[in-house]
């Protein structure tokens, strides 16, 4: 019988040598499929064998059924899984064969592959690309998209097999960039990218000091050293031989290539050295720095004159350059004939941050001091003495002309005869009384004649040449009769047992001779009961009072044989106070405080007046029972016309008892009497708010009452300010002085610190001259009666005229949007940010509780030059966790969104693996040669 021949045939894709040698790693595809047979695909069995065995459905390599073929899909294949494959087919009892030989070899490999290389300029560059291969590997460069090799115009070397690119003569202008070592093997292609950059030692180019290497004393010198090289150069300084590298001390101020010397002394002179190194080498250079020092001035020595008498001042100096000296007193400027015209519209002598000499006064002088002509202190001096004697001219106007013309003479006769006997150029300025002589190039002498009361005070010499100013003073003093400068207060408080210190302190020269009247009789000091401590310009008694003893009325008197003055002060004696009567803590009820009032008159005598309430507070339904006032609680408050209880509950009510105390003793407790608190209010306004700036800038406030409801956060705003005032310089440049001294005034106001008040007074008092003393104590006299200070208080009748000044008018506007921060309740303190120099600034801050906000504290302040850093509202840690947090957020909600859709990621893993699901579905899902996701994969390529 014959058989037609079968018309159908099989064929494996790809074809021959498209199977050998393919990549491992990378899924590979082999279709069987069957040609020209035109019956039902039904017909139709496809299977894969290896080694006589069919191949499974799923696995690593798998096969997958499809209408007149059949997939061998090896996923990730190895070396191991290469060999032969068979494809058999059989058609309705007809069968056909085809074999597949199919090899894998793994892809070329870089070993230890470096991305980025850094050659020397100007040597002969190797970049290197070791790859692992077959021998049929080959390995070729490309730069900016074209392959190099030997024939490029850049003259390109390759060796090791082309692994190793040496380009000559490396510049890193045109050589610089991406270089691509490419290795390819049969089907498989890899590429690694190599980013060339050429590095170069560095080379110090600029090394900048202070010119002519010349820096001043007490200034700041900066030593600039710039290099240039790849990578960055890092720098490093040393001064002189040492090997010890200059870091950040409060001496040097280190910023890679800028070294700032601070407050140049002569010891800083001397060769700095500057290194600047990289990875491929290092530079040096040194700088011979010289200091230029400020003048030197002997010191000066203290004079003491009658008035009418002369007085000559004489100060010696030295030093480098040109000096020019002068002698300043209180806004007179005093200089040697022909130093006015040069220095006439000169500011303030140079530099401005010079540093005080051994007698330790204040060099910082204003324009307006310095720039004062002789000249003008003349006009002025005439102009005071013509309104002062106006009418002692009228009456002896032809005998003072007289006798002025004859002292004139007599100056004039003086002064010739000193010019002769000296032999020296000495020149006298036109004013009157004063005259400035030049005496060689390092003497200045000022010549005060028929001095006054007036000129007292500190003279001071001022020095000048290139390097800055250096001053030195002396006291010019008086004999002058006795001024009170200050006293103990006019009513001391003691009691029986206790010590009492009471004092006078004057102005005077020579100092006084002091006596203490009691009684009419001198105080003699027993060393026991009383104790005498007489100073040169001040008295002190301590007296220890007893009943009957040592109280009364004391009269201090001085006595410097010019003059005499005196000043009585009473010591009262203080007795225990009443027992509080008619007590009434139900007038104004608050939150989480009482508020007491007591009997009109009760405590008008000062001699009993209380300094303090202590109250024994008990809760009403803790008195229901057996209650002993010994088990009340105890709070202490400062006596006042309304006295606060302190630390009470909201809406609670007590009953409380009361006594009054004083330095003498302690009363009996009050009758009982109810008191009662109110729900919560919102908290009160913070008593204390600063703001400080250092490197940044901090607010700090003081936690507030909090009205019976505990503080739940604060709110801080910040709002810049600006300045209406601002052609008015001195306002500016002393606005964050004042600033801070009104807040200590208001401070010691509000928190009755008398002995801040005291100090303050003294170094007010000790700035004005004697007449304004003078007009000082006669005001303090005339106010006496009403002025009521005690213990050791002192006073100065210029403190509250000085608050006013301090307050000036300043109007200042808003300037863009607050900054607005909120933060917990356990915070008092907050860092800010963006916080500009020499800037105004508005500070608010509120607390809130349950209730809601109270009302906000408000400062001002005006910042210098700090701060010299912003500082962020959160830490980079903080920054970073958050950052953390919520990726790992996203992360979760991406998973739970494949879960739901796909089933996949790694909620659906733990499913699978732990809890059992999705297992059922998978089986049914092969069964039905869907394969799952793959399956889907395949399907499209397979169509494809």
Same mark, same amino acid.
């Given at each position: 019988?014959?058989?037609?021949?079968?018309?159908?045939?099989?064929?494996?894709?790809p074809?021959?040598e498209?199977?050998q040698?393919?990549?491992?790693?990378?899924? &590979?595809l082999?279709?069987?499929?069957?040609k020209?047979?035109?019956?039902?695909?039904?017909?139709?069995?496809?299977?894969? &064998?290896? +080694?006589?065995?069919?191949?499974?459905?799923?696995?690593?390599v798998?096969?997958?059924?499809?209408?007149?073929?059949?997939?061998?899909m090896?996923?990730?294949?190895?070396?191991?899984?290469?060999?032969?494959y068979?494809?058999r087919?059989?058609?309705?009892?007809?069968?056909?064969?085809?074999?597949?030989?199919?090899?894998?070899?793994?892809?070329?490999?870089?070993?230890d592959?470096?991305?980025?290389?850094?050659?020397?300029?100007?040597?002969?560059?190797?970049i290197?690309?070791?790859?692992?291969?077959?021998?049929?590997m080959?390995?070729?460069?490309?730069?900016?998209?074209?392959?190099?090799?030997?024939?490029?115009?850049?003259?390109?070397?390759?060796?090791?097999?082309?692994?190793?690119?040496?380009?000559?003569n490396?510049?890193a202008?045109?050589?610089d960039?991406?270089?691509?070592?490419?290795?390819?093997?049969?089907?498989?292609f890899?590429?690694? *990218?190599?980013?060339?950059?050429?590095?170069?030692?560095p080379?110090?180019t600029?090394?900048?000091?202070? *010119?002519?290497?010349?820096?001043?004393?007490?200034?700041d010198?900066?030593?600039?050293c710039?290099?240039?090289?790849?990578?960055?150069?890092?720098?490093?300084?040393?001064?002189?031989?040492?090997?010890?590298?200059?870091?950040?001390?409060?001496?040097?101020k280190?910023?890679g290539?800028?070294?700032i010397?601070?407050?140049?002394t002569?010891?800083?002179?001397?060769?700095?050295?500057?290194?600047?190194?990289?990875?491929v080498?290092e530079?040096?250079k040194v700088?011979?720095?010289?200091?230029?020092?400020?003048?030197?001035?002997?010191?000066?020595?203290?004079?003491?004159k009658?008035?009418?008498?002369?007085?000559?001042?004489?100060? *010696?100096?030295?030093?480098?350059?040109?000096?020019?000296?002068? &002698?300043?007193?209180?806004?007179?400027?005093?200089?040697?004939?022909?130093?006015?015209?040069?220095?006439e519209?000169?500011?303030?002598?140079?530099?401005?941050n010079?540093?005080?000499?051994?007698?330790?006064?204040?060099e910082?002088q204003?324009?307006?001091?310095?720039?004062?002509?002789?000249?003008?202190?003349?006009?002025?001096e005439?102009?005071?003495?013509?309104?002062? +004697?106006?009418?002692?001219?009228?009456?002896e106007?032809?005998?003072?002309?007289?006798?002025?013309?004859?002292?004139?003479n007599?100056?004039?006769?003086?002064?010739?005869?000193?010019?002769?006997?000296?032999?020296?150029?000495?020149?006298?300025?036109?004013?009157?009384?004063?005259?400035v002589?030049?005496?060689?190039?390092?003497?200045?002498?000022?010549?005060?004649?028929?001095?006054?009361?007036?000129?007292?005070?500190?003279?001071?010499?001022l020095?000048?040449?290139?390097?800055?100013?250096s001053?030195r003073?002396?006291?010019?003093?008086?004999?002058?009769?006795?001024?009170?400068?200050?006293?103990?207060?006019?009513?001391?408080?003691?009691?029986?047992?206790?010590?009492?210190?009471?004092?006078?302190?004057?102005?005077?020269?020579?100092?006084p001779?002091?006596?203490?009247i009691?009684?009419?009789?001198?105080?003699?000091?027993?060393?026991?009961?009383?104790?005498?401590?007489?100073?040169?310009?001040?008295?002190e008694?301590?007296?220890?009072?007893k009943k009957?003893?040592?109280?009364?009325k004391?009269?201090?008197k001085?006595?410097?044989?010019?003059g005499?003055?005196?000043k009585?002060i009473e010591?009262?004696?203080?007795?225990?106070?009443?027992?509080?009567?008619?007590?009434?803590?139900?007038?104004m009820?608050?939150?989480n405080?009482?508020?007491?009032?007591?009997?009109?008159g009760?405590?008008?005598?000062?001699?009993?007046?209380p300094?303090e309430?202590?109250f024994?507070?008990?809760n009403?339904?803790?008195?229901?029972?057996d209650?002993?006032?010994?088990d009340a609680?105890?709070?202490?408050?400062?006596?006042e016309?309304?006295?606060?209880?302190?630390?009470?509950?909201?809406?609670?009510?007590?009953?409380v008892?009361v006594?009054?105390?004083?330095?003498?003793?302690e009363?009996?407790?009050?009758e009982?009497?109810?008191?009662?608190?109110?729900?919560p209010?919102?908290?009160?306004?913070?008593?204390?708010?600063?703001?400080?700036?250092?490197?940044r800038?901090?607010?700090?406030?003081?936690?507030?009452?909090?009205?019976?409801?505990?503080?739940?956060?604060?709110?801080?705003?910040?709002?810049?300010?600006?300045?209406?005032?601002?052609?008015?310089?001195?306002?500016?440049? %002393?606005?964050e002085?004042?600033?801070t001294?009104?807040?200590?005034?208001?401070?010691?106001?509000?928190?009755?610190?008398?002995?801040?008040?005291?100090?303050?007074?003294e170094?007010?008092t000790?700035?004005i001259?004697?007449?304004?003393k003078?007009?000082?104590?006669?005001?303090?006299?005339?106010?006496?009666?009403?002025?009521?200070?005690?213990g050791?208080?002192?006073?100065?009748?210029?403190?509250?005229?000085?608050?006013?000044?301090?307050?000036?008018?300043?109007?200042?506007?808003?300037?863009g949007?607050? &900054?607005?921060?909120?933060?917990?309740?356990?915070? %008092?303190?907050?860092?800010?940010?963006?916080?500009?120099?020499?800037?105004?600034y508005?500070? *608010?801050?509120?607390?809130?509780?349950?209730?809601?906000?109270?009302?906000?504290?408000?400062?001002?302040?005006?910042?210098?030059?700090?701060?010299?850093?912003?500082?962020?509202?959160?830490?980079?840690t903080?920054?970073?966790?958050?950052?953390?947090?919520?990726?790992?957020?996203?992360?979760?909600?991406?998973?739970?969104?494949c879960?739901?859709?796909?089933?996949?990621?790694?909620?659906?893993?733990?499913?699978l693996?732990?809890?059992?699901?999705?297992?059922?579905?998978?089986?049914?899902?092969?069964?039905?040669?869907?394969?799952?996701?793959?399956?889907?994969?395949?399907?499209?390529?397979?169509?494809?």
């Amino acid at each position: 019988m014959f058989t037609q021949p079968s018309r159908w045939s099989v064929v494996i894709t790809p074809h021959a040598e498209r199977l050998q040698n393919r990549r491992t790693g990378d899924n &590979f595809l082999v279709v069987c499929k069957v040609k020209d047979f035109e019956g039902a695909a039904s017909d139709v069995k496809i299977e894969w &064998f290896k +080694d006589n065995k069919i191949l499974p459905k799923f696995g690593s390599v798998m096969t997958i059924e499809r209408p007149y073929s059949n997939q061998l899909m090896i996923n990730r294949p190895k070396i191991s899984d290469g060999g032969e494959y068979e494809c058999r087919v059989d058609i309705n009892g007809e069968k056909q064969e085809v074999s597949a030989e199919i090899s894998f070899v793994d892809p070329p490999k870089f070993i230890d592959p470096d991305t980025e290389q850094h050659p020397e300029e100007g040597t002969k560059a190797e970049i290197k690309c070791q790859v692992e291969g077959t021998d049929q590997m080959e390995v070729f460069w490309q730069f900016n998209g074209v392959t190099l090799d030997e024939t490029h115009p850049r003259k390109y070397e390759f060796s090791d097999d082309k692994q190793t690119l040496i380009i000559p003569n490396f510049e890193a202008e045109k050589d610089d960039g991406i270089y691509n070592c490419n290795a390819a093997q049969y089907s498989s292609f890899e590429t690694l *990218s190599i980013n060339v950059t050429g590095y170069s030692a560095p080379e110090i180019t600029a090394f900048e000091g202070p *010119s002519k290497n010349l820096g001043f004393e007490g200034h700041d010198i900066e030593l600039k050293c710039a290099a240039t090289g790849k990578p960055i150069p890092l720098y490093q300084w040393y001064f002189e031989d040492s090997d010890e590298e200059l870091v950040d001390t409060d001496k040097y101020k280190v910023d890679g290539g800028l070294l700032i010397i601070e407050s140049a002394t002569e010891n800083d002179a001397g060769k700095y050295k500057c290194i600047a190194n990289n990875t491929v080498g290092e530079s040096e250079k040194v700088f011979d720095l010289q200091i230029y020092l400020k003048p030197k001035i002997e010191v000066l020595h203290e004079v003491t004159k009658k008035e009418g008498e002369d007085v000559e001042l004489i100060c *010696s100096y030295s030093g480098e350059g040109q000096l020019k000296a002068q &002698f300043v007193y209180g806004n007179q400027v005093f200089r040697a004939p022909g130093h006015e015209e040069d220095r006439e519209e000169e500011e303030t002598p140079k530099p401005n941050n010079a540093d005080d000499d051994d007698d330790g006064d204040d060099e910082d002088q204003n324009s307006e001091e310095i720039t004062t002509t002789v000249a003008q202190n003349s006009q002025e001096e005439e102009s005071d003495n013509e309104i002062k +004697d106006q009418s002692q001219e009228q009456d002896e106007n032809g005998e003072e002309a007289e006798t002025q013309n004859e002292e004139e003479n007599d100056e004039n006769q003086e002064g010739q005869m000193e010019q002769e006997e000296s032999a020296r150029r000495r020149k006298r300025s036109e004013s009157e009384r004063y005259s400035v002589y030049a005496e060689g190039d390092n003497k200045l002498i000022l010549r005060i004649t028929d001095i006054s009361l007036e000129d007292a005070g500190d003279y001071k010499c001022l020095v000048e040449n290139e390097a800055g100013v250096s001053n030195r003073s002396t006291a010019v003093n008086i004999i002058h009769p006795p001024t009170l400068r200050h006293y103990s207060g006019p009513k001391i408080r003691s009691y029986d047992g206790n010590t009492a210190t009471i004092f006078c302190d004057v102005s005077a020269v020579p100092a006084p001779k002091w006596i203490w009247i009691h009684d009419g009789d001198e105080v003699e000091a027993d060393g026991t009961s009383i104790v005498l401590d007489n100073k040169k310009e001040r008295s002190e008694l301590t007296l220890t009072t007893k009943k009957g003893q040592n109280y009364g009325k004391f009269t201090c008197k001085a006595d410097n044989g010019v003059g005499k003055i005196e000043k009585m002060i009473e010591v009262v004696r203080i007795a225990i106070p009443p027992t509080p009567r008619e007590v009434d803590c139900k007038k104004m009820v608050t939150p989480n405080y009482g508020r007491c009032f007591f009997a009109d008159g009760l405590y008008d005598d000062e001699e009993s007046r209380p300094t303090e309430m202590e109250f024994a507070i008990a809760n009403m339904e803790d008195m229901e029972g057996d209650f002993d006032w010994k088990d009340a609680r105890v709070e202490r408050s400062k006596f006042e016309n309304e006295t606060i209880v302190p630390n009470l509950k909201p809406n609670s009510q007590y009953m409380v008892r009361v006594r009054a105390i004083n330095e003498a003793g302690e009363s009996e407790f009050s009758e009982e009497t109810a008191l009662e608190t109110t729900n919560p209010w919102a908290p009160e306004p913070p008593e204390i708010v600063t703001m400080e700036c250092e490197e940044r800038c901090t607010v700090e406030w003081s936690v507030p009452n909090d009205h019976g409801a505990e503080i739940t956060g604060y709110r801080i705003i910040v709002q810049e300010l600006a300045s209406d005032n601002e052609d008015n310089d001195d306002s500016i440049a %002393n606005s964050e002085e004042t600033t801070t001294a009104d807040s200590e005034d208001d401070e010691k106001e509000e928190e009755g610190e008398e002995e801040e008040g005291k100090n303050v007074s003294e170094e007010m008092t000790t700035a004005i001259s004697s007449q304004e003393k003078a007009e000082s104590q006669e005001n303090q006299e005339e106010e006496e009666s009403g002025n009521k200070k005690t213990g050791s208080q002192e006073f100065d009748d210029d403190t509250t005229d000085k608050d006013s000044e301090s307050d000036s008018d300043k109007n200042r506007q808003d300037i863009g949007t607050p &900054f607005v921060v909120e933060v917990g309740p356990e915070e %008092n303190q907050l860092e800010l940010t963006h916080i500009k120099p020499h800037t105004y600034y508005r500070v *608010s801050v509120a607390a809130q509780n349950e209730v809601g906000w109270g009302e906000a504290t408000q400062i001002e302040h005006e910042t210098d030059d700090k701060p010299t850093e912003t500082s962020e509202l959160f830490s980079t840690t903080k920054i970073a966790i958050a950052a953390g947090v919520a990726l790992l957020f996203l992360l979760l909600v991406i998973d739970l969104t494949c879960y739901a859709l796909n089933g996949c990621g790694v909620i659906a893993c733990i499913c699978l693996n732990c809890l059992g699901r999705g297992a059922n579905r998978r089986e049914k899902d092969v069964e039905a040669g869907r394969g799952g996701e793959s399956g889907h994969l395949l399907e499209k390529d397979g169509a494809r």
